[in-house]
């Protein structure tokens, strides 16, 4: 049974950092992603990465900021977030593909699993 479960959600002020884990069971796959929505908005597309890690990508809008690795012996995708803004308040989500393409990543329905969400809260 594939599951993602993410951790590592809390209320943080502006300019702080903050480390999510997700921790990946079941099987592997070709490409991780983190996606967030804040209340009232869209599900956006945060940040992707391989299963081995060698390709990374991300939103413009946390570019610099945001980092995506892996830690391959621990199936767990990280997403290390610094500089945090308020305007970074939203429930994140991991999600896992089983084929990977860089053209596709940030499409939701390319996505084959989610986890169940952990919360961020950037005061401010």
């Known amino acids: 049974q594939v599951q993602l479960v993410e951790s590592g959600g809390g209320l943080v002020q502006a300019g702080d950092s903050l480390k999510l884990s997700c921790a990946v069971s079941?099987?592997?796959?070709?490409?991780l992603g983190w996606f967030r929505r804040a209340a009232g908005k869209e599900r956006e597309f945060v940040a992707a990465?391989?299963?081995?890690?060698?390709?990374?990508h991300f939103a413009d809008s946390v570019e610099g900021r945001f980092n995506v690795s892996r830690d391959n012996a621990m199936n767990t995708l990280y997403l290390q977030m610094t500089n945090l803004k308020p305007e970074d308040t939203a429930v994140y989500y991991c999600a896992a593909s089983k084929f990977y393409n860089p053209s596709f990543v940030a499409l939701q329905r390319r996505y084959d699993y989610w986890g169940q969400g952990t919360q961020v809260t950037v005061s401010s």
């Open positions: 079941g099987r592997t796959f070709s490409g």
């Open positions: 990465t391989t299963w081995t890690g060698d390709r990374t």
